[in-house]
Structures are given as structure tokens and as C-alpha cells.
């Protein structure tokens, strides 16, 4: 795993965003190759719609996506299983998960990453839907799949401390991506307060090397000209 | 005609690249419109899984509700207040013209009349909707003959009347049927006027308190009644005292009954009002301005003679728009007030989910660009054309 550290929040979100960026314009995607990216599933408060408010009000209707192809697991479902399991089914049809990105709670778990209250309910049971889909290793398929975890502000500082530091366990269940060989966790200052020093250190160090992740690559309207010009190889972890 | 939220055939647009108004402030928001209504995006992307079926750049452009005009006495030539054959055409045109002043819906207005006019002419205003004709007619405001001698303006003296005798009938007989009216201006220190107002508001017709020398008390009595305007305030009414406001005061009154918002219209030419007395109203009671025209026949043309109702005026000069608050506030004071004054909030005066899609493009200069009547263009300026 690679940890980067940006100073603050809007320079974490920054970097990544080009990050997510490179690897669309990497992956080539066309009509009949999608990109397919994975979110943490959001578990719905008081009532189902605060969740769909937030996904559309932060991200669908910023971008010219169609409805039909975003699928939004329910967790409201009267079978968690079967909808788990159709849910799988819908991301092996769609060539399985290019790109994950999510957060951790402060409990350790993927959830949104969220600077203020977050969406995601504590009941144990919706919980595990979530841990249940990504404990699976079927969808990190290690060649294929790259994951991004972001993590800011100072009290998830414990929960990342937890996630890179110590071992693999079942209650900080982000510490499972330690092992992922394409995983990015993105943070700022505030977020490393848990930290040993050498570690934060020692990614520092890296970040030289880590920041070609996010070089501007070709555009993807221009490639045609582009690419023909151009004989390097764009970065790729 | 409207069709509803769900009328799944209908064309899905999409303004985008502008800034609306929506809750009071200018957002960075797409407006979707579909059957002639303002359409939530969200229910569309999760519930139906559609995309718009064209988008529109609006280039950065300001995106407000269709302004909405409650006194306006005609323009380019016509006079409502003229007992002609074919009254229909004059309104006609007029709701033509002014669409492209940004105007979706309007109130024709009449001055002080005698009878016979009134039953010649309301008959032939009915309540119309907008559209590529013309801005929508929400019915006739009547202004007059009800009020004071002594301040009456313009208004002609010969044809003032009171309702002493028989208050709200001698009303209807001056009039005639009600069914077209939806405001009518009057002076409620006129004996009687107490039964007027509450059978007037009782027929959801907006009572309005003008041209009048009534002191602050009569005029909270009005509203306890049942009145909720104040005509061009400011013009045709005591002035501000300090002891005594007058209708001025009910703008800071206390006693009003309760949750009762009252509306004022004034008429921010410059000339009506010293720019900053109408800053004073403003800021005593933002809610509550809706800015009017009060234009007269004259409106469009040049010097020279015209008639208002009865009267002859003489025209000199231009007219100004004068801007003494936030742009946010001066475009609910043209669009979602009047629509409050008239109790049309859920449909007119907004661009919530839900409401007819009639609105304006404007540039930072409150220009108007062009105009849509239930998401239809009705109006676009030369520049704008492609």
C-alpha cells in the first residue's frame, strides 16, 4: 500500500481527484468497456432518501452519468443476503470493480469519508453488509482492482493509525487493504497524528515518486493527436 | 397546456451553465423543466432512471421567476381603462409587449371609472394563461372609485364614489360581477368599508389600501378586516409622521394579527419615491415590497398626449429603474411577493419543484435575455439569437 500525505483537506481532495482522472483516462474506457467505480454503500439514517439526496447532490448531478448505470445497494432490503448476492452479481457483469474509493469511519470500518457527522448508521447489522461485500476478496481481484482510501481530520487519526500500523483484524476491517497491493490511502496532516513519526517520515519521502500517480496524462478528447506524438508510458502503480 | 410531474412522454430539458434563484439566494444549480413545470432532477434520475432529452447553456446567465406585474394601466398605446369594442386585443397586446421586460403574468388595472365602463370592460378580461401570446392575465385589479377626494392623483373627481348607502352592494353595482377581479385599491377610511374589505377578502379578492388619508389605526383596522396591500406606498396617502405614520406604519405595526405579512407596492421609477425612502420601507419590512409599474398607456411610445381613463397626461422624459437592495432581493420583490400578495406561491413566483416553469434569463445587469411561459421561449433579445 502507499500512503500520501497532502497538508490539508482541499489538497488531499485535489490529489485524489487526479488520481481518479489518471486512472479513467488509463483504463481507455468506450461504449463498450466501462469504468466501473465502487463507493462505499451508503446505509440509510432515518430514512432511505437522505442517501440518494447525498449521492445526488454530491456527485450524479455533477457529472452526465445515466441512471441506468448506477446501482446503489439497499440497505434497507428485507434480505441483506439476497440483496448482497445481487448485488454481486451486477459487478461480475460489469467486468467486476476498476476502481474503489471510500473512507473509514472512526470505528475502522469503509464509510464515507466525511469531515462532518457522517451518513453512515451504527447499527451492527447494516454494517456488516458492507464488510461483507468487501471482505470479499472475489471483487479485489489483486491484479485488477485499485483502491482509494481517503482519510482526513484529526479524529480518524486513531482509526488510520489502526488501519496501517497494526496488524490485519476483523475490527478495524479497512486494515484488510494493508495487504492489497494497489491500495492508495490519501490523507492530510491532521489524519497522521496517530502516527509514528518514522512512518509518516517514510512516505513523505516517497510522495516524489508517489505524485507521478496523478501526472497529467493525455486528454482523453485529444488523444488522437496526443498519443501518436507522445512515446512515454503515463505511470501506473 | 400544463401537463403534470409525471407525464412520462413529455421532453425533459435541461437549463444549464446559469445561476437560479431558488430560497432566497443565486445557486449554481441546473433548472429541469418538463410538461411546463419545474421538474426535481433528483426523482428523475432515481425514480424514472432518465436524462434530459436536450440541455440548454444558459452561458452563466441569471435564471429568475417571470416577473410578475399587479398595477399596470396599459402600454403602447392602450388604455384598459377605455370602454372600446374589443378591449380583448388591447390586453392582447400589451401582454405581448411585456414580455419582453420579463413580465409572465400581470394584473391589467383600471383607474377610477364611471359604471358604464366598468360593465364594458371587466366583462371582456377574463383570467387567461401565459404563453407565446402573451404574459398571463390573473385578473383585474380595480383601482378606485372608492377612495379619498382628497387623494385621489390622477384619478378623475367627477366619477369618486362611496359605499355609505349600501356598502358591498352599491360595490357590485358599480363594478358588476366580481368573477375577473382579483384586486381592488380602496380607501378604507370610507364609511362602510369595514363590510366591503371582509366580503371582498371573503370572495378571495385582494383588498388594497390606497389613495387614502386613513391614520395608522383605520388602516390596521383595514387589515384586520381582511386587507394585505398597500398601493404604491407612499404616493396618494399621509405621509410619515412621527406620531401618527399613517398607512406607512403598518409596515412595523404591531398590531397586525398574527403570522399576517403585509404587502406594499411601490413603484421604483426614481420619481414616485426618493430612492431613499423607498430604502427606508425596504429595510423596515423586506418581505413584504413587490415592486409594481403602475405604467401607463404611454408606456413605449414617446412625448406627447396620451389618455389615462378619464384624464389626458402629458409625457416627458424616461422612466429609471433605481436599485437600493441585493439583487436577490429586488428579484422577489418583481416575482415571489406579488406572488405571495396574491396567494400564488406554490405555482407562480418560483422555480421550487413543482411551479410553472416561468421564468427570465438575465445578465448581471438585471437585463432581460429572455423569457420562458411554461418552459416555453416566449421572448429573446436580438443579441441572444443564434
Not at chain 1, 185 to 214: I, P, Q, R
Not at chain 2, 74 to 93: H, K, R
Request: proline share 5%; net charge negative; hydrophobic share 40%.
Amino acid at each position: 500500500m502507499k500512503l500520501i500525505i497532502l497538508e490539508h483537506y482541499s489538497q488531499a481532495s485535489e490529489w485524489a481527484a487526479k488520481y481518479i482522472r489518471n486512472r479513467i483516462i488509463q483504463f481507455n474506457p468506450g461504449p463498450e468497456k466501462y469504468f466501473t467505480l465502487g463507493l462505499p454503500t451508503g446505509l440509510p439514517r432515518d430514512h432511505p432518501e437522505s442517501y440518494h439526496s447525498f449521492m445526488w447532490n454530491n456527485f450524479f448531478k455533477h457529472i452526465d452519468i445515466h441512471p441506468e448505470n448506477t446501482h446503489i445497494l439497499d440497505g434497507n432490503a428485507v434480505d441483506l443476503q439476497a440483496e448482497c448476492d445481487a448485488f454481486e452479481e451486477k459487478i461480475k457483469a460489469a467486468g467486476g470493480i476498476e476502481l474503489f474509493v471510500g473512507g473509514i469511519g472512526p470505528d475502522g470500518h469503509i464509510a464515507f469519508n466525511e469531515p462532518g457527522s457522517s451518513l453512515v448508521s451504527r447499527t451492527r447489522v447494516k454494517t456488516l453488509a458492507m464488510d461483507t461485500i468487501l471482505a470479499n476478496a472475489r471483487f479485489f481481484d489483486g491484479e485488477l482492482t485499485k483502491v482509494m482510501i481517503l482519510i482526513t481530520g484529526a479524529h480518524k487519526a486513531f482509526a488510520l493509525y489502526k488501519a496501517i500500523e497494526e496488524g490485519v483484524n476483523h475490527m478495524w476491517t479497512v486494515s484488510a487493504f494493508q495487504q492489497h497491493p494497489r491500495t492508495v490511502f490519501v490523507c492530510d496532516e491532521d489524519a497522521t497524528l496517530e502516527l509514528k513519526v518514522k512512518t509518516v517520515k517514510y512516505f513523505k519521502g516517497l510522495m516524489l515518486v508517489h505524485n507521478k500517480l496523478v501526472d497529467p496524462l493525455y486528454s482523453i478528447k485529444e488523444k488522437e493527436t496526443e498519443k501518436s506524438q507522445s512515446s512515454k508510458k503515463p505511470y501506473s502503480d | 397546456m400544463r401537463g403534470e410531474q409525471g407525464a412520462a412522454g413529455a421532453r425533459v430539458l435541461q437549463f444549464t451553465n446559469c445561476r437560479i434563484l431558488r430560497g432566497g439566494k443565486l445557486l449554481r444549480e441546473d433548472l429541469w423543466v418538463r410538461g411546463g413545470r419545474i421538474l426535481d432532477p433528483e426523482k428523475l434520475f432515481f425514480e424514472e432512471r432518465r436524462v434530459a432529452d436536450e440541455r440548454r447553456d444558459c452561458g452563466g446567465r441569471i435564471l429568475a421567476p417571470g416577473f410578475i406585474d399587479v398595477q399596470i394601466n396599459g402600454g403602447f398605446g392602450v388604455d384598459f381603462s377605455q370602454a372600446t369594442e374589443d378591449v380583448g386585443s388591447g390586453v392582447a397586446l400589451v401582454a405581448r409587449r411585456i414580455l419582453s421586460h420579463g413580465v409572465t403574468s400581470f394584473c391589467p388595472t383600471l383607474v377610477t371609472s364611471p359604471p358604464e365602463v366598468y360593465h364594458k370592460v371587466v366583462p371582456q378580461i377574463p383570467v387567461k394563461s401565459g404563453g407565446p401570446h402573451g404574459a398571463g392575465v390573473l385578473g383585474l385589479h380595480l383601482e378606485g372609485p372608492f377612495i379619498s377626494r382628497e387623494k385621489r392623483g390622477a384619478h378623475p373627481e367627477a366619477h369618486l364614489r362611496s359605499f355609505e348607502a349600501d356598502a358591498f352592494q352599491d360595490l357590485l353595482a358599480t363594478y358588476g360581477p366580481l368573477d375577473n377581479v382579483r384586486i381592488v385599491t380602496l380607501a378604507p377610511e370610507l364609511g362602510r368599508s369595514h363590510e366591503v374589505i371582509r366580503a371582498l377578502t371573503a370572495r378571495g379578492i385582494c383588498v388594497s389600501l390606497g389613495h387614502s388619508v386613513a391614520d395608522l389605526r383605520a388602516a390596521e383596522d383595514a387589515v384586520w378586516s381582511g386587507a394585505t396591500f398597500i398601493t404604491h406606498l407612499f404616493n396618494a396617502m399621509l405621509p410619515f409622521h412621527h406620531r401618527d405614520p399613517g398607512i406607512v406604519g403598518l409596515l412595523t405595526s404591531d398590531r397586525l394579527p398574527a403570522g399576517r405579512c403585509i404587502f406594499y407596492g411601490m413603484i421604483a421609477d426614481g420619481t414616485h419615491t426618493n430612492p431613499a425612502a423607498l430604502r427606508i420601507a425596504h429595510r423596515a419590512h423586506p418581505q413584504g415590497l413587490v415592486l409594481v409599474t403602475d405604467a401607463i398607456p404611454a408606456l413605449g411610445l414617446g412625448n406627447g398626449r396620451h389618455t389615462l381613463g378619464q384624464q389626458e397626461v402629458e409625457v416627458d422624459g424616461l422612466t429609471a429603474y433605481v436599485a437600493g437592495c441585493s439583487m436577490e432581493s429586488a428579484l422577489e420583490a418583481a416575482s415571489l411577493h406579488p406572488a405571495q400578495l396574491l396567494g400564488l406561491e406554490k405555482s407562480k413566483g418560483t422555480l421550487d419543484f413543482g411551479a410553472d416553469a416561468d421564468f427570465v434569463v438575465l445578465d448581471d445587469s438585471l437585463h432581460v435575455q429572455a423569457t420562458y411561459i411554461s418552459g416555453e421561449l416566449v421572448w429573446q433579445a436580438d443579441a441572444a439569437r443564434q
